[in-house]
Nanobody, 114 residues
Framework: QVQLVESGGGLVQPGGSLRLSCAAS????????MGWYRRAPGKGRELVAT???????NYADSVKGRFIISRDNAKNTMYLQMNSLKPEDTAVYYCNTSPSFITWGQGTQVTVSS
């Protein structure tokens, strides 16, 4: 079973940037679409960005124009560049396939606050 480990979260002021990383224990990125998800306090898990096997990307309206999803198949690593962060982006961020079928990792906490 492939395992996913998210990292790169932290505390950032509104308008700031962070880059999240998702390291996979196997070559999952070349055989499946992948996604970044988030769960804000008191809310359900939300899909915020996907990257297809061919490299096509899609974003939730709430992050379009601010977040960029990318991957490095050779390194089995996926990234989420988050710019112009807002307090409403505060959440635990997870990576998984899209649709999700791998056991969820611990996620990485992103807090946007002044």
């Amino acid at each position: 079973q492939v395992q996913l480990v998210e990292s790169g979260g932290g505390l950032v002021q509104p308008g700031g940037s962070l880059r999240l990383s998702c390291a996979a224990s196997g070559s999952i990125f070349s055989i499946s679409a992948m996604g970044w998800y988030r769960r804000a306090p008191g809310k359900g898990r939300e899909l915020v960005a996907t990257i297809e096997r061919g490299g096509g990307t899609n974003y939730a309206d709430s992050v379009k124009g601010r977040f960029i999803i990318s991957r490095d198949n050779a390194k089995n690593t996926m990234y989420l560049q988050m710019n112009s962060l807002k307090p409403e982006d505060t959440a635990v961020y997870y990576c998984n396939t899209s649709p999700s079928f791998i056991t969820w990792g611990q996620g990485t906490q992103v807090t946007v606050s002044s």
